[in-house]
Structure formats: C-alpha cells, structure tokens
C-alpha cells in the first residue's frame, strides 16, 4: 500500500458520506474473483474463536444448529386461541370476579369478554386450539404449546427488548446475535442470521429488534427483502465496468484497512469490510436461494402462496426454510407494526390474522419435518405478552404480562405436549410458569449451548443473554424430548 493511503485519514468519513448510496453496489462477485474474502473468514473464524476462548459453551450435544423465529408482533390473545376458559364464557359481560388486573389502560378497564371462538381437540395428543387456527391443529402432534409463560412488562418496546435481548433496556444483544455468536457460520456465502422483514415496514421498535448490541457487529441480523430486490445495493448498476468497480472495491478495501489499523478496537468497521466480501459472495448465492420458482406446486400451495390472503405471509415463511437448507442459523420473521395488538374489535382482527399466517407457520413445520430438517430446527411462534380476560373499548383486549402462550415445534421439544397452566380466566400463570429467562435458556440447551456460559466482555465483566439472572434462568426439562 502506498504511504498517501496511510495518510488519508480522511477523509474516508467524507467519502463515505459523499458516496455511501454507491458503495454497496461494489461488492461483485465477479471482482473478487477467486481471491476469497480471507479477512472476512479471519474475523468470522476469529469471533468464533474467541467465544471459545472465553467460554466453554459451544455445542456439545445439542440436537438443534437452526432456529427459525416467527414472531407476532403485538401480543396474541391466549384465551382465544391456545388456552380455552370456560369461565369467560359464564362470566360474560360481568365485573372480573378474580380481584384487580394489572393492565396497561386503566380508564378503559370493562367487564369480562368471553372469547366468540370454540376450541377443539387436535391430534392424537388431544391439544386443544381455537377454530381459527385450523392448520396449526394439523400440527398438534409436532408442537410443544406453553401455556404459562410470562414477561416483566406491558409496553411493547420494553417487552420487545426482554424477549429477544433479555433485559427491557435498550442496546443489548438480541437472541439470534448470540446463538450466531456461540454456534458461528455454517455458511459462507450467505448471512448466518437472517431477518425476512415485512414488505409494509418495520415492527415497533425497528431495527433493536436484530441488533448484535456490544457483540461485534458481524453477528447482527441481515435484513431480506420477499420482494423486489432481496438486499439492497447488492446488485451492480446497469452499465457499469467490471474494471472500474475492481478499482472502487480495492481502493475502498485499502481505505477500511489502514482505518481500521489505527482504530483495531471498531468492530463496526470489522463489520463493514466483512460485509463488503459477504455481499460479494451473496451475490450469487441470494438469486438461488430465493428464487421460489424452483419450489413443487404442491409446495407452493402448501404455503398459501397460490391465496392473496396468504402470499405474502407464506412467501417469507418458505423463503426461511430455504436459508436454513442452506446453512442460515437464525431466521426471524416479522410483522409491520404491531397486528396482534387487539385494543379493539380483537376477533375480527384474530379472524384476519390467522386467515394469514396460520396455513403458512403450519406448512414451515410440515415442510421441515418432510424434508428431514425438523430435528435439527426449532420453530419458535410468539409474541411479546398477552391480552386480558375483560373488554377494552366494549370488543378488544388490554395487555397482559402475567400470561401469554406460545409455540416450539422440532429442534429436540417434546411433540404434543401442553405445558403450564393459567387460573380460570387466562389472566394469569399459575402452575408451571415459564418466564422469558427459562424461554432463552432452554432455546440455548437444545441449541448445544449453556447459557450461563456463553459470555462475552462487556463494561468490565462477562455478560450474557441472561445475564444477572443466570442463577435463576433455568432450563425447562419438560420442554424436552
């Protein structure tokens, strides 16, 4: 490297400011050629290394490398689709007989709502789920359903943050950074945590919702696109010289480097050269792995990509398994906003949301499990809490973080098996509670991982994704197989 780049310290801010809408169309795959992208293998390896270095927590024995997280964005309501209460129904329209109710608006606090949905009994196992989720009741044999789960709050943002990073503060690893972190790439031209995000915006509290914190930064989430271009700025503008965009990647790569010897501790900037050579290699991988003409039609159907209604849903859902196939750890899939928060007219809008998403998740475990990938799979259906056993507005349902329900399904969980329970209203956990520590370290063990001892360094001590509450975190066993 000539001395001028050593001393360009620049100005490499002001370029990139200047040129930032361009660069991420540098990376071609046809200009790294076959020099392989050595230092994005080196941080990779090297990131790997250092969780094993630092804790003894890599796999041993797990019988899951996948997860694929489907997460309901806005707190689906318990009573009307996983936890059956008769009691609402006796209870209708009357004073809540159980006492008071923590819930997040007060001033429309109503009498007890009974759910307008019958539940029936699903599989040999007998599992007893609402009408509305018909394709999920032809899973029942594969799913493990918790019934007991709870969370430490009722505003979204917070819960949000506790369920995926583990504490409601903001800025901390998210579940998926620290599976990737502990586990590594199995790929190695494709993202090792991926994130299929909804074509009509970000969830609430956006991009937190993927985000590696203070792990390094090549362990965040890659969000894809089901539509229109999968990765924005991975493809090459129309009419532009392979010449002259070997030149930009090059100078480019000289400029990250010399800037990253005099700042080795940015591990954004170690990001960034790792995820300038990853788009190179994505950009042959990416075309293949989402291009869905290659599926059956029966598999298209499957999923409901031949339904308006489902399409959309169904499109990301079979687009996950294809990552996992091709060695993807982590795949989440979002919601715009917050559908699931049902202040009001909550059955219409489960009537909606299930008329979208249940044939889709119920295909993803069927798929899985034809294909041979399910044991080594965990399917994760969830929220952040749950709603109410009284009325908000006359027709919808407040929060609720003292009960909400769930679904894992493949990954080493016990197939068929309802766990926990709730008192006679579905307003709260009662027996076998399960919070949203005992969630993530269960997830971990069947992962191979322990997460008392998945570490990394952080304001002068080890944290990790449970953190201060790895005394209490507990793994569930009888979650297991």
């Given at each position: 490297?000539?001395?001028?780049?050593?001393?360009?310290?620049?100005?490499?801010?002001?370029?990139?400011?200047?040129y930032?809408?361009?660069?991420?169309?540098?990376?071609?795959?046809?200009?790294?050629?076959?020099?392989?992208?050595?230092?994005?293998?080196?941080?990779?390896?090297?990131?790997?290394?250092?969780?094993?270095?630092?804790?003894?927590?890599?796999?041993?024995?797990?019988?899951?490398?996948?997860?694929?997280?489907l997460?309901?964005?806005?707190?689906?309501?318990?009573?009307?689709?996983?936890?059956?209460?008769?009691?609402?129904?006796?209870?209708?329209?009357?004073?809540?007989?159980?006492?008071?109710?923590?819930?997040?608006?007060?001033?429309?606090?109503?009498?007890?709502?009974?759910?307008?949905?019958?539940?029936?009994?699903?599989?040999n196992?007998?599992?007893?789920?609402?009408?509305?989720?018909?394709?999920?009741?032809?899973?029942?044999?594969?799913?493990?359903?918790?019934?007991s789960?709870?969370?430490?709050?009722?505003?979204h943002?917070?819960?949000?943050?506790?369920?995926?990073?583990?504490?409601?503060?903001?800025?901390?690893?998210?579940?998926?950074?620290?599976?990737?972190?502990?586990?590594?790439?199995?790929?190695?031209?494709?993202?090792?945590?991926?994130?299929?995000?909804?074509?009509?915006?970000?969830?609430?509290?956006?991009?937190?919702?993927?985000?590696?914190?203070?792990?390094?930064?090549?362990?965040?989430?890659?969000?894809?696109?089901?539509?229109?271009?999968?990765?924005?700025?991975?493809?090459?503008?129309?009419?532009?010289?392979?010449?002259?965009?070997?030149?930009?990647?090059?100078?480019?790569?000289?400029?990250?480097?010399?800037?990253?010897?005099?700042?080795?501790?940015?591990?954004?900037?170690?990001?960034?050269?790792?995820?300038?050579?990853?788009?190179?290699?994505?950009?042959?991988?990416?075309?293949?792995?989402?291009?869905?003409?290659?599926?059956?039609?029966?598999?298209?159907?499957?999923?409901?990509?031949?339904?308006?209604?489902?399409?959309?849903?169904?499109?990301?859902?079979?687009?996950?398994?294809?990552?996992?196939?091709?060695?993807?750890?982590?795949?989440?899939?979002?919601?715009?906003?917050?559908?699931?928060?049902?202040?009001?007219?909550?059955?219409?809008?489960?009537?909606?949301?299930?008329a979208?998403?249940?044939?889709p998740?119920?295909?993803?475990?069927?798929?899985?499990?034809?294909?041979?990938?399910?044991?080594?799979?965990?399917?994760?259906?969830?929220?952040?809490?749950?709603?109410?056993?009284?009325?908000?507005?006359?027709?919808?349902?407040?929060?609720?973080?003292?009960?909400?329900?769930?679904?894992?399904?493949?990954?080493g969980?016990?197939?068929?098996?309802?766990?926990?329970?709730?008192?006679?209203?579905?307003a709260?956990?009662?027996?076998?509670?399960?919070?949203?520590?005992?969630?993530?370290?269960?997830?971990?063990?069947?992962?191979?991982?322990?997460?008392?001892?998945?570490?990394?360094?952080?304001?002068?001590?080890?944290?990790?994704?449970?953190?201060?509450?790895?005394?209490?975190?507990?793994?569930?066993?009888?979650?297991?197989?």
């Open positions: 490297m000539s001395p001028d780049i050593e001393s360009f310290a620049v100005n490499r801010r002001a370029f990139l400011g200047s930032a809408g361009a660069i991420g169309s540098l990376a071609l795959a046809q200009i790294l050629g076959n020099s392989r992208a050595s230092y994005a293998a080196t941080t990779a390896s090297s990131a790997v290394g250092s969780a094993a270095m630092g804790s003894p927590a890599l796999p041993a024995g797990g019988k899951a490398k996948a997860v694929i997280c997460f309901q964005n806005g707190g689906a309501s318990q009573m009307d689709l996983f936890d059956p209460k008769p009691e609402l129904a006796r209870y209708d329209g009357k004073p809540f007989p159980g006492g008071d109710l923590e819930v997040h608006f007060h001033e429309q606090k109503g009498n007890v709502l009974a759910s307008p949905f019958k539940f029936r009994r699903s599989g196992c007998g599992m007893e789920l609402s009408e509305i989720l018909p394709h999920t009741a032809g899973i029942a044999d594969d799913l493990t359903l918790v019934r789960m709870c969370t430490e709050s009722v505003d943002e917070a819960a949000l943050r506790l369920i995926h990073s583990g504490k409601i503060t903001p800025d901390r690893p998210v579940v998926g950074s620290w599976v990737v972190y502990g586990l590594g790439a199995e790929a190695d031209n494709l993202p090792s945590y991926v994130v299929l995000s909804d074509p009509d915006g970000l969830p609430i509290d956006g991009v937190r919702n993927w985000s590696s914190g203070w792990l390094p930064a090549v362990h965040q989430g890659t969000p894809f696109r089901a539509v229109g271009s999968p990765v924005l700025h991975l493809s090459t503008p129309k009419g532009t010289p392979a010449t002259a965009r070997r030149a930009q990647l090059q100078f480019l790569d000289e400029l990250n480097r010399a800037h990253l010897r005099r700042h080795a501790e940015s591990s954004e900037l170690e990001a960034r050269i790792s995820n300038f050579e990853m788009a190179a290699r994505m950009q042959t991988a990416v075309p293949g792995v989402l291009d869905l003409s290659q599926e059956t039609e029966d598999t298209r159907r499957m999923y409901g990509l031949d339904n308006k209604v489902t399409a959309e849903y169904g499109t990301r859902c079979l687009l996950a398994r294809r990552l996992i196939e091709k060695g993807v750890r982590y795949v989440q899939v979002f919601m715009s906003g917050q559908p699931w928060d049902t202040h009001a007219k909550n059955a219409e809008n489960l009537r909606t949301l299930c979208r998403t249940d044939q998740c119920a295909a993803l475990v069927r798929d899985l499990k034809q294909r041979g990938l399910l044991d080594s799979t965990v399917v994760l259906w969830t929220g952040e809490f749950g709603r109410q056993p009284i009325s908000q507005k006359g027709d919808g349902r407040d929060h609720n973080r003292l009960a909400f329900s769930l679904w894992l399904a493949g990954g969980f016990k197939g068929g098996h309802v766990h926990g329970a709730t008192d006679d209203f579905a709260k956990s009662v027996q076998d509670i399960v919070n949203v520590h005992d969630l993530h370290a269960t997830l971990f063990h069947t992962l191979g991982l322990d997460h008392r001892r998945l570490t990394y360094p952080h304001d002068g001590r080890n944290d990790s994704l449970t953190d201060f509450d790895v005394t209490h975190a507990k793994v569930v066993a009888p979650l297991l197989a």
